[in-house]
């Protein structure tokens, strides 16, 4: 089971209901995929044990084979090679590299007639592999100035373990590095807060699952200020309403000083357990109806 948790805006307490809900349940994974910015550590205080450079392939040019005839320019849809044919003035051709625009996809070096680029191995982070007692712990670190952070978080997924309850701290925002962490996930937990901004960027959000066939239910977090907008869009498009998190002074001094809502505060581990038992149940009732509707259409 494959849990994610994400949302459309920063500061919604993603960070905060994916930790506390991974604190109460047992033979849990849990996963920060928020790389640019991975905070999960301060609450687990993790025992790393393991650390593993990424790197993604970039192209490397040999010039002495080179012909510049400029077809991994036009392969390339990222505008990451640039080539200048030989002519009057530039007699022997030029190419140039930029690898920070470079996806990493080889058609480049699969496409050249002249066998004149080869793969090299690019730094882009650094995956941390611990634990917190019982809870297997991973995450991942996008080494500064790098400007993509998907081939990170799909190299920190390439841990999941499928035999654990894998929880996914997603990035905030619905861009590529969301879509790059929720994809795959058998359910998504969306955290939103009951205001003008929360309910635009949960809009989104929802979108965004939709078009990925994700089940997704919804985390209101500071559920007592705001108004009721983001309620009624939750009751008018079905969205399951999966837990509210009062606006709690109390919880906002634990967070500033590291320490999970349910260490302190005991009956939140009971409220997180009931969400995950809500999410299974949804997550039922969905197979029931995919079966129930295979079924018609073999019938």
């Given at each position: 089971m494959i849990i994610s948790v994400a949302s459309g805006k920063g500061g919604t307490g993603k960070t905060t209901v994916a930790v506390n809900l991974a604190l109460s349940l047992n033979n849990v994974q849990f996963l920060d995929c928020d790389v640019e910015e991975p905070n999960a550590h301060l609450f687990f205080k993790p025992n790393i044990k393991d650390r593993k450079i990424a790197t993604i392939?970039?192209?490397n040019i040999d010039e002495s084979k080179?012909?510049?005839?400029?077809?991994?320019?036009?392969?390339?849809?990222?505008n990451a090679i640039a080539v200048i044919s030989p002519d009057d003035v530039i007699k022997n051709g030029s190419i140039l590299i930029f690898p920070h625009l470079c996806h990493a996809c080889g058609g480049c070096s699969l496409l050249c007639p002249q066998s004149a680029i080869r793969e090299v191995n690019k730094e882009i982070g650094l995956i941390e592999i611990g634990n917190c007692g019982d809870i297997q712990?991973?995450?991942?670190?996008?080494?500064?100035?790098?400007?993509?952070?998907?081939?990170?978080?799909?190299?920190?997924?390439?841990?999941?373990?499928?035999?654990?309850?894998?929880?996914?701290?997603?990035?905030p925002g619905t861009s590529c590095p969301v879509i790059a962490s929720v994809k795959g996930s058998d359910f998504c937990i969306l955290v939103t807060e009951p205001t003008p901004f929360g309910l635009n960027d949960l809009i989104l959000a929802v979108e965004v699952l939709r078009k990925l066939g994700i089940p997704f239910g919804v985390v209101i977090n500071?559920?007592?200020?705001?108004?009721?907008?983001?309620?009624?869009?939750?009751?008018?498009?079905?969205?399951?309403?999966?837990?509210?998190?009062?606006?709690?002074?109390?919880?906002?001094?634990?967070?500033s000083r590291g320490i999970p809502v349910v260490e302190e505060k005991k009956e939140y581990v009971k409220r997180f357990q009931d969400m995950f038992d809500l999410i299974m149940s949804t997550i039922t009732e969905i197979k029931k109806e995919i079966k129930s509707i295979s079924m018609g259409e073999i019938v």
């Open positions: 392939p970039v192209p080179c012909n510049y005839c400029g077809k991994c320019r036009d392969i390339c849809a990222y712990f991973v995450h991942g670190r996008l080494n500064i100035g790098e400007i993509m952070s998907p081939p990170l978080i799909k190299q920190v997924k390439e841990y999941i373990n499928p035999i654990r309850t894998v929880i996914i701290d997603a990035p500071r559920s007592d200020i705001g108004d009721d907008k983001v309620d009624l869009f939750c009751q008018e498009n079905k969205i399951p309403l999966l837990m509210r998190i009062p606006f709690d002074r109390e919880i906002a001094l634990l967070y």
